[in-house]
């Protein structure tokens, strides 16, 4: 292998590997449009940040921070930076299908299979991952009482990890082409010999990124959870989004290892001719099917579990009741997660496997819907005589209950082997898959922001502007994947770049309108990002509990303090926070504030993210030597960070002393004004 590693670097350019100028996105109109506004952003950005002289305060506060909740906001800006780049894809995916009938269009079949590539990558790992892994960063350690996480650098590195990932992912809109390999990369396709140019370099390297560092994440969560609850906080007295973050680190520190070594073994395929996945030499493709879907199954779950938390959490708050059948939504959450690793097969029935093999893969998925079953009533039982109040996190959870049990149906009708074979490969499979990840993460990850956004920033969204990009979203949704069970069973083919079929165009045009509607629910959802800043003063909510929260984190100021919590709280009841509201006692004053310390900022993290971004990028680029510099770079760095002391920031007594006055303030004036307003039964004061 040492000898074609150096043959191959010896057969091309030394200085800049394949890197030339047929790299640039000459080969499409749109993609060279795509690319300007990616370098416009970048100059823009760059542009502000100057003017605003704000490099200091951005390097100080927040990319050197170890805070999780700076973490967790950082990780969830990742998201929608990436989201806005792949809803772009699918509505130019859905113009192609309905320009496409007939005609070429307006997208070439290479560009085309780029979009529903990259589209799919970004949705799973660079939009959902870091949305989820920002709430929990922002919000779990707040509700079990902890000061942070227990490894605050090693979470950092975690985002590093996962930012130079999705670099790689903007850098190849602009140099070179990413995969068309689809967002799972199946060989033989993706071997040299069928896709010889970087767009799978770049796929491999970007998820092998993200997979180690989701892979850190998932052992720094479940450490923390083990170690760092409050005093008393029993595994059965956590929260239930807790309990999701507990199951979907276990998830990922099991499921994540599968993909980083099958695309390590991929890439040693393409790089040093393996033939792990050829069946030249002894190699075997479904070697790669199967270490891809070990880990794929279980990741559906790892991006579900936390709307489960979410639902869990906005459903008993905004139906001002206890959470119905606690115990069972913990254990159905456990079962999830045990079940998710035994149905990976059931993603390619069609493979070959002996029929017996598929009946006990399928049955085995359609268990899966008696925990997931349980959790619906549960909800359903937790808003039954609840007053219910229908702001937007509580409206995004009534969508999701209607529109994940649809999804849920048309899984159990693919978990039968006969009947997946029928719309194998069609757009029915689309439709699906969208029925579940759209209620069941994107709707519950808005959910979250929308019922956690005080909490991390000190003033609520606007709720109209919420309210509008809610509906869009909703009808979007329901107007661009419903039409696609129609089309998929008239076997319409998945990732259809033109078409001759007059039958299938209508459903395309309706897709595409509801494609429409979404772009207009995330534009909502600027304007509401914009018009809440602009009025954070009138949205302000110092006092920390705008929704009557049952959790720890609204027992703090919003935003928290560095510290969390001036003096960590005694857990003894489920919902701790309304028990002690209840009780008339919901904010303690310590006896004696002390001097806390926390964990100093640190710049390994962004000195890790430059030479990720530069290993990635050059390995993609076979300019093995600048390779070699970032790995040696990025080894120097980690080395010298762990035998470095670690530094802390010690917060005076004072400090802790002058915000919980100002803050006990702004809570006496909020109780003051809440006084003179009646109080509904089951609502807290």
């Avoid at 990369?185 to 140019?197: I, K, L, N, V």
């Avoid at 809610?470 to 661009?480: E, L, M, P």
């Avoid at 009841?573 to 006692?585: E, T, W």
């Amino acid at each position: 292998m040492m000898a074609e590693l150096l043959r191959r670097i010896t057969s091309r350019d030394f200085l800049l590997g394949r890197l030339d100028v047929t790299a640039l996105p000459f080969y499409s109109v749109i993609a060279m449009m795509a690319a300007s506004l990616v370098v416009l952003g970048g100059l823009v950005t760059l542009y502000l940040l100057s003017r605003h002289r704000l490099w200091g305060r951005l390097w100080r506060e927040w990319l050197t921070s170890v805070d999780h909740k700076r973490i967790g906001i950082m990780y969830i800006v990742l998201a929608f930076v990436m989201l806005a780049r792949a809803l772009a894809e699918a509505v130019l995916m859905r113009v192609q299908q309905v320009v496409g009938f007939n005609s070429a269009g307006i997208v070439p079949p290479d560009h085309f299979a780029q979009l529903f590539t990259t589209h799919g990558t970004i949705m799973i790992f660079f939009m959902g991952m870091p949305f989820m892994i920002g709430l929990y960063n922002l919000v779990m350690p707040l509700q079990i009482g902890a000061r942070d996480v227990s490894f605050p650098v090693m979470n950092a590195i975690s985002l590093a990890f996962t930012t130079a990932g999705a670099a790689l992912l903007m850098i190849s809109l602009c140099i070179g082409k990413f995969s068309t390999g689809g967002w799972s990369g199946y060989p033989p396709y993706t071997e040299t010999g069928f896709s010889p140019d970087v767009g799978v370099d770049y796929w491999i390297w970007a998820l092998t990124l993200s997979s180690i560092g989701n892979t850190m994440t998932g052992i720094n969560f479940a450490v923390t959870i083990y170690k760092k609850r409050a005093p008393g906080m029993r595994l059965f007295l956590m929260p239930l989004f807790t309990w999701t973050c507990l199951c979907v680190s276990i998830l990922m520190i099991f499921a994540m290892p599968p993909l980083t070594v099958a695309t390590l073994m991929l890439a040693m395929d393409r790089y040093l001719d393996a033939h792990f996945f050829t069946n030249d030499l002894g190699g075997n493709v479904m070697n790669y099917v199967n270490m891809f879907w070990l880990f794929g199954h279980p990741e559906v779950y790892i991006l579900v579990l936390p709307a489960f938390g979410v639902y869990s959490e906005t459903i008993a708050v905004f139906s001002s009741k206890t959470l119905y059948g606690y115990h069972s939504l913990v254990w159905a959450t456990i079962v999830i997660a045990v079940l998710s690793f035994t149905v990976w097969l059931h993603h390619f029935f069609t493979m070959g496997q002996d029929g017996q093999v598929n009946a006990a893969f399928g049955i085995a998925t359609i268990l899966i819907a008696i925990p997931t079953g349980v959790k619906i009533y549960n909800w359903i039982l937790t808003m039954f005589r609840g007053r219910i109040r229908l702001s937007v996190p509580m409206l995004y959870a009534c969508a999701f209950i209607l529109l994940f049990t649809v999804g849920g149906c048309t899984g159990i009708i693919l978990a039968n082997p006969g009947l997946d074979y029928q719309v194998h490969n069609t757009v029915f499979l689309v439709a699906h898959f969208h029925n579940v990840l759209i209620p069941g993460l994107l709707f519950g990850m808005l959910s979250g922001y929308h019922y956690w956004f005080p909490k991390a920033f000190g003033f609520r969204l606007d709720e109209k502007l919420g309210r509008y990009s809610f509906w869009c979203w909703v009808w979007g949704f329901i107007f661009a994947f419903m039409p696609l069970y129609i089309s998929g069973l008239m076997g319409m083919p998945r990732r259809t770049q033109s078409y001759t079929i007059a039958a299938w165009h209508d459903y395309a045009l309706i897709a595409m309108f509801g494609a429409v509607l979404i772009s207009l629910a995330f534009i909502f959802l600027i304007m509401q990002l914009i018009v809440s800043i602009r009025k954070r003063h009138e949205y302000a909510v110092f006092d920390g509990d705008p929704w009557d929260g049952r959790t720890l984190e609204w027992a703090v100021s919003a935003p928290a303090p560095e510290y969390n919590f001036a003096q960590i709280p005694h857990v003894a009841r489920l919902d701790a926070f309304y028990v002690a509201k209840q009780a008339g006692d919901p904010y303690p004053a310590p006896e004696i504030y002390r001097s806390i310390s926390m964990p100093a900022s640190k710049s390994v993290a962004p000195i890790c993210l430059a030479a990720l971004i530069v290993l990635g990028f050059a390995l993609t680029w076979h300019i093995f030597w600048l390779a070699a510099l970032a790995l040696i770079g990025f080894g120097i760095t980690i080395t010298v960070s762990t035998f470095q002391p670690d530094k802390e920031d010690v917060i005076s007594t004072k400090k802790i002393r002058a915000h919980e006055k100002r803050w006990r303030q702004a809570l006496a004036a909020h109780h003051s004004d809440a006084a003179t307003m009646p109080l509904a039964d089951g609502e807290q004061g």
